[in-house]
């Protein structure tokens, strides 16, 4: 926060530290913060210079072109963040859209033309990350599929093995909209132990315990859906406007148990795949830059016209509504 205070409004407090590259560069000045890492004490000779997304750096040196029989192949930055490169693979239409990149992480928000950095998305706790044409994106990161894979994980330990297809079955059949849990909440960041933690949480919330595996992974991922929903009332707070249709792409856009959940809790029209984007936007990243593919909304087409996208449409927005006055309650929201 101390950090984040002195990079727009010039005012220092008594310290604040730097946790990573993120903190370093100006979103606003599109350059390294450099007035505030000298004032740290951190020589920003070292720093490289910062390029746009799809820019030609040059080509493959002579050695690493011997090496491996390609010639002087030309060496494209891509969007350097995987999120960055998966937005530009959402198959998306428009602006009325925001997008998740769904995997160990989830990370939701929208791109804009410039970043969005205020007061509310300070208190909401949004970030702006640099995306492909200068674009910014406004996002949050949610505590994603790592909570089922620590759960997975555990089980294995313990010799019952099964794989995420079973673990969404069981889900599934389970009763739904039991116990919530925040996906957010710093006991679950750390791997091991995953399910008793989950236990924990319960307890000490006042709620059932899960009553068996199908069970533990339904309150993961209906918490997940629930925070979703969380996040695009900030979005749509801080926009002004009406997003209707969510985007989700990466590994975890396979997960159709968890698509249908977004679906239902956002209330809004779920579009899934692909769930190579990270790939598959850098790919496209490097054909924008050696002029097969026009322009990113371009780039867009090809990506829905390449791939097959799932289409999960809202349903009981009643029952939905009241679990996400629950969720809002337990996180004292």
Same mark, same amino acid.
């Given at each position: 926060p101390d950090l984040f205070h002195y990079l727009f409004t010039g005012e220092k407090t008594n310290?604040? @530290? $730097?946790? @990573? /590259? @993120? #903190?370093?560069?100006d979103m606003r000045g599109g350059d390294w913060a450099r007035d505030l890492l000298e004032e740290l004490g951190i020589p920003t000779r070292i720093l490289g210079r910062v390029v746009s997304s799809g820019t030609t750096v040059g080509p493959v040196t002579g050695a690493v072109a011997d090496e491996c029989g390609v010639g002087a192949v030309a060496v494209v930055?891509?969007?350097?963040? +995987?999120t960055a490169s998966a937005v530009v693979a959402a198959p998306?239409?428009?602006? +009325?859209?925001c997008y998740i990149s769904s995997g160990t992480w989830s990370l939701m928000g929208v791109e804009l033309p410039a970043p969005l950095i205020t007061d509310r998305s300070y208190e909401y706790n949004y970030t702006n990350e640099g995306g492909v044409?200068? /674009?910014?994106?406004?996002? !949050? =990161? $949610?505590m994603g599929l790592w909570l089922v894979q620590e759960c !997975?994980? +555990?089980w294995e330990k313990r010799g019952e093995t099964f794989d995420y297809t079973q673990l969404t079955e069981m889900a599934r059949a389970s009763r739904p909209l039991v116990s919530l849990i925040d996906p957010n909440d710093r006991s679950f960041f750390t791997p091991g132990d995953m399910p008793a933690k989950i236990e924990a949480f319960c307890r000490r919330t006042a709620q059932p315990v899960p009553a068996d595996k199908g069970a533990f992974v339904r309150t993961c991922l209906e918490s997940l859906a629930l925070d979703y929903r969380m996040t695009l009332d900030g979005l749509e707070d801080?926009?002004? !406007?009406?997003?209707? &249709? $969510?985007? $989700? &792409?990466?590994?975890? @856009?396979?997960? /159709?148990?968890? =698509? #249908?959940?977004?679906a239902d809790a956002c209330g809004r029209t779920v579009l899934a795949g692909p769930f190579e984007a990270t790939s598959v936007g850098n790919i496209l990243v490097q054909a924008m830059a050696m002029g097969e593919v026009r322009s990113l909304a371009d780039a867009r087409t090809i990506s829905r016209d390449s791939f097959e996208i799932q289409t999960y449409a809202p349903r009981d927005p009643a029952v939905w509504g009241k679990a996400y006055e629950r969720y809002r309650e337990m996180l004292g929201k």
């Open positions: 310290e604040f @530290s $730097i946790t @990573s /590259t @993120s #903190q370093m560069y930055a891509p969007c350097c963040h +995987d998306a239409r428009g602006e +009325d859209w044409g200068g /674009t910014a994106r406004l996002l !949050r =990161n $949610i !997975r994980r +555990d801080m926009l002004g !406007r009406k997003l209707n &249709v $969510i985007h $989700i &792409v990466g590994g975890g @856009s396979r997960n /159709t148990l968890l =698509n #249908q959940m977004a």
